[in-house]
């Protein structure tokens, strides 16, 4: 292999690296922005079950109810 072709050699894998880096950085900023967004969606869960909660009855005061009882005689 002469310089020429070694050097040009040389240049394709280095440009082939960058491009997977490049696309390496861009998945990396998705997915980044996926966390992001699942960790918001969590949060928001949360806060919700919590205000449910709250907003149930407490523990103890009312028995939990069988479905099974409330079904129509017909089943």
Do not use: C, G, W
């Given at each position: ?10 240049d394709?894998r280095?440009?082939?690296?960058e491009?997977?880096?490049s ?7 998705k ?6 967004r ?9 806060r919700e079950v ?6 149930g009855p407490d523990?103890g005061q ?14």
């Open positions: 292999m002469n310089p020429t072709q070694e050097a040009n050699s040389i394709t280095l440009i082939n690296l491009i997977k880096a696309y390496t950085e861009d998945l990396l900023d997915l980044d922005q996926i966390v992001t699942q960790q918001d969606q969590i949060d928001r869960l949360l919590q205000f449910l909660r709250q907003q523990e009312t028995p939990l109810r069988n479905l099974r009882d409330e079904l129509p005689p017909h089943y």
